[in-house]
């Protein structure tokens, strides 16, 4: 074992990443015999052998120096893409609305606009899409 490397087993992690940050590569020192593009010890984070024979149990990650189960943080979803997504809804209750010769009720006039604004970046303030409303539509006065 490369004597730069002062365990066998290492996992290797970004260093400069926010912990709990993912293991990226599993290493066995003693099989190489030229460490010529690997980190430098002291950006790995030394395992046992028995963390290196259950790695494939994973995924882990390192925090605090610690060997850990890791979950990736969900993405985030820019509220602009959210806002466009709420669009294909409002289609759907629209073309509904006018298949069933109704309208959309006040509450959901409210929530297209406030969802378009937010959608074409007009609405550059809110932080969350508004609730959508329960109810949508109502019958049209001049059909009935």
Known sequence: MPSAYPNRYYAQYDTSAAQPTPVLGWLDMS???DTRGFPPASDLLPITQAQFSTRTAGPYGVSN??????????PVIPLK?????????????????????????????????AIAAIANGADTTSTILPVQPTDVMTANAETV
């Open 31 to 33: 099989i190489y015999s």
């Open 65 to 74: 120096g610690a060997l850990v189960q890791y979950a990736p943080p969900a």
């Open 81 to 113: 893409t959210q806002a466009q997504a709420a669009q294909a809804w409002v289609q759907q209750q629209a073309s509904l609305a006018a298949a069933m010769g109704e309208v959309f009720t006040a509450d959901m006039k409210a929530y297209v606009k």
